[in-house]
């Protein structure tokens, strides 16, 4: 991941190679980076949500992570879960 800081909304996939606590993979949404926050060389801390299977928050958690380990992407979860009509709604065709 580029050295440019995170920003609300960027979409995030987190491995081990983030932090050893993501032993499971987990998607997370950004809300924001904590500067102020000392950490060692390479590592940050920001909040999120933590992303269910729909895309849609399940849990707001605080993470702190090494930046190289980051893999933002351009679309996620949340991409996916907007194209799928709700529960008892039809999707409008064009």
């Known amino acids: ?14 491995t081990r190679d983030a932090s050893p606590q993501f032993t499971r993979p987990i998607w997370v949404r950004v809300i924001r980076e904590l500067p102020d926050r000392h950490t060692y060389h390479g590592w940050l801390w920001f909040e999120a949500y933590e992303l269910g299977s729909a895309g849609r928050a399940v849990a ?21 879960a907007r ?11 064009a």
């Not at 991941?1 to 987190?14: N, Q």
């Not at 930046?67 to 949340?78: N, S, V």
């Open 1 to 14: 991941m580029s050295e440019r800081g995170l920003k609300a909304g960027d979409v995030l996939y987190l």
């Open 60 to 80: 707001k958690r605080e993470l702190f992570v090494r930046r190289e380990g980051l893999r933002r992407l351009a679309t996620g979860p949340t991409l996916a």
């Open 83 to 93: 194209r799928q009509p709700r529960p008892g709604r039809t999707a409008v065709k």
